[in-house]
């Protein structure tokens, strides 16, 4: 099922860093959208996708990421 999942992203300190942690985050197979939040850290994902593919797609793109509970 589609679900919604938040992520808590650090490392981001401007507009550009918000383009490539969403850019990384679209590009995943399931993912429909992708949004970041730059002031509250946080990014929010639908789609069909793990949370572990998530997390790694962040950090790949050199920042950090957690799952909100
Ligand atoms: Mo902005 Mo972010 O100059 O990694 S792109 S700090």
Do not use: D, W
Request: charged letters at 20%; aromatic letters at 2%; one cysteine or more.
């Amino acid at each position: 099922p589609t679900s919604t999942t938040e992520l808590a992203v650090s490392g981001m300190t401007c507009a550009s860093c918000v383009g490539r942690v969403e850019r990384a985050l679209k590009s995943l197979p399931g993912v429909t959208e992708a949004g970041v939040n730059l002031a509250t850290e946080r990014a929010t994902i639908r789609g069909v996708v793990g949370v572990e593919s998530l997390v790694a797609a962040v950090e790949k793109a050199g920042y950090e990421a957690r799952v909100i509970e």
